[in-house]
């Protein structure tokens, strides 16, 4: 490291908080290693109180790029010059992109969950999708996968504080893009099989799954599946989420748990902030994910 970072060296951030847990400072530091590219990437504990003058740092220290989770995705919006067209409809972003001092930003979770899938041989274009979860994460995928010209995008969720959510996504799905948007009550049981009876694609982009709701499913009757129904968990610890296992053990084969989507919306920010390809390879292995 003390030979790599020198007066020349470039940075790209992570404005967060809490975030010594994350990965990406692995899998940016790995990569601009592996690339031979002269950058550093730092985690900065960042929240809420601390964002505006973090925004002006990004400008006065020309960081070519930031990072941006929780709980500064939204709340970052104001504070930028431009924002992309998916960011501007999902209402969050997690990459901003330094311009010569304008910033941009961008929301990379969308497209690296249909990157994912595109890597598995799945393209959403023309598909029907069944769609669990409207925070963060089922947001950014309605927006992404209606934007990537999905058919149609049946959203379910249960009965709480994020059904509203739910409903706006589907108004702008409708609104600005060509795909048919829906919303219903996840407790409405019949229709979330009827519906995963009449999908190519399932995707739970709820919490379901994981800790410390690990024994969780959404689905449980294993007549709704047919063995070419593609199904996606956005949870990648547990690597095999109670869903998967259950849609496993009943004939589907392409099953899939998040960690394609979480390492493409890195592989995604860093071509937009450094224009290169993150060799994601090579990240897995650092990450002792291969
Ligand atoms: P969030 O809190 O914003 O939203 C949670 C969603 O899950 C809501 O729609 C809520 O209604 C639903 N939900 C939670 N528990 C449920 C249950 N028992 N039954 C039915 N619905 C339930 O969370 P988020 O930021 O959208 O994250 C959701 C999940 O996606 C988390 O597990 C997170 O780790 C994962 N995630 C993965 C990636 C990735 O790159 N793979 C990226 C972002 C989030």
């Given at each position: 490291m003390a030979e790599r970072i020198t007066g020349h060296t470039l940075l790209v951030s992570l404005i967060a908080?809490?975030?010594?847990?994350?990965m990406s400072p692995t899998m940016w530091n790995e990569s601009f290693a592996k690339n031979g590219m002269d950058y550093a990437y730092l985690a900065f504990e960042v929240g809420n109180d601390q964002l505006e003058d973090a925004v002006k740092g990004i400008r006065a220290l020309d960081i070519k790029g930031s990072n941006v989770s929780m709980p500064n995705k939204q709340k970052i919006i104001p504070l930028l010059d431009e924002i992309s067209p998916a960011a501007k409809l999902a209402g969050a972003v997690n990459t901003v992109v330094n311009q010569d001092g304008h910033l941009v930003g961008h929301v990379t979770d969308g497209t690296g969950c249909m990157r994912a899938l595109r890597e598995e041989g799945?393209?959403?274009?023309?598909k029907v999708v069944t769609l669990t979860g409207a925070g963060g994460a089922g947001t950014a995928i309605a927006i992404q996968a209606s934007l990537d010209g999905a058919k149609e995008i049946r959203i379910f969720n249960r009965d709480d504080e994020h059904y509203a959510t739910a409903v706006e996504n589907a108004r702008k799905v409708n609104e600005n893009t060509d795909t048919a948007a829906t919303v219903t009550p996840l407790e409405d049981q019949e229709a979330f099989k009827k519906s995963i009876t009449e999908s190519d694609i399932y995707i739970d982009a709820t919490s379901?799954?994981?800790?410390?709701?690990?024994?969780?499913?959404?689905l449980d009757d294993p007549?709704?599946?047919?063995?070419d129904l593609v199904v996606f968990d956005?949870?990648?610890?547990?690597?095999?989420?109670k869903l998967l296992k259950f849609v496993r053990e009943n004939g589907v084969t392409k099953a899939y748990n998040g960690l394609g989507m979480m390492l493409y919306q890195g592989a995604e920010a860093f071509n937009l902030i450094t224009g290169e390809e993150m060799p994601i390879d090579h990240v897995k292995q650092a990450l002792g994910l291969d």
């Open positions: 908080t809490p975030i010594r847990h994350s799945f393209d959403i274009k023309g379901a799954g994981m800790h410390p709701q690990e024994d969780v499913s959404l007549s709704v599946l047919r063995p956005v949870v990648y610890a547990p690597a095999e989420t």
